[in-house]
T-cell receptor
């Protein structure tokens, strides 16, 4: 079992839908990162969380330290949100990566 | 805030040619630095990490090497590229009191032909 698990692995939705991607971890971490990777493109860091909730535009990230769980939400999804979303926990000077969630938003 | 400049963003190289990918850090000193690789359809795998100048730890045996000639410079190299070296390479760093968070380069997509 991976120390950082993401779900779902793949997600296809219609434009405008509310999207939720989940990340659960089994180790103690000091921070949880959400990153976005576009097809053929690079990595963009979206959020760094150690507690609570952060919002940037249509993106919202939450973390529950007690439950060791984080979620990334996208409101009013758009085809340009199509990408792979990756969570990574930072623990003991190491990054522990989730396998990624491939999101496709259809117009 | 800390930033990593990683270049190039994309690279196409012939088999047997050398490789040099570089990342430089701004906004902090004495960071821990990491090189990761993502093969097609797979997750990110740690290749090398460095806690200081000249200090490199290798996580997996491979055709690659890393060097840290300066505090804020981390280089990934190969003398002769293989087809299997194709993939996405990401430089990352961590710093700050207690090293509680990480920061990331944009990555390099390498295609060996």
């Amino acid at each position: 079992k991976n120390e950082v698990e993401q779900s779902p692995q793949n997600l296809t939705a219609q434009e405008g839908e509310f999207i939720t991607i989940n990340c659960s971890y089994s180790v103690g971490i000091s921070a949880l990162h959400w990153l976005q990777q576009h097809p053929g493109g690079g990595i963009v860091s979206l959020f760094m969380l150690s507690s609570g909730k952060k919002k940037h535009g249509r993106l919202i990230a939450t973390i529950n330290i007690q439950e060791k769980h984080s979620s990334l939400h996208i409101t009013a999804s758009h085809p340009r949100d199509s990408a792979v979303y990756i969570c990574a926990g930072y623990s003991n000077y190491q990054l522990i990566w989730g396998a990624g969630t491939k999101l496709i938003i259809k117009p | 805030s800390q930033t990593i400049h990683q270049w190039p963003a994309t690279l196409v190289q012939p088999v047997g040619s050398p490789l040099s990918l570089e990342c430089t850090v701004e906004g902090t000193s004495n960071p821990n630095l990491y090189w990761y690789r993502q093969a097609a359809g797979r997750g990110l795998q740690l290749l090398f990490y460095s806690v200081g100048i000249g200090q490199i730890s290798s996580e997996v045996p491979q055709n690659l090497s890393a060097s840290r000639p300066q505090d804020r410079q981390f280089i990934l190299s190969s003398k002769k590229l293989l087809l299997s070296d194709s993939g996405f390479y990401l430089c990352a760093g961590s710093s700050g009191l207690g090293n509680t968070e990480a920061f990331f380069g944009q990555g390099t997509r390498l295609t060996v032909v």
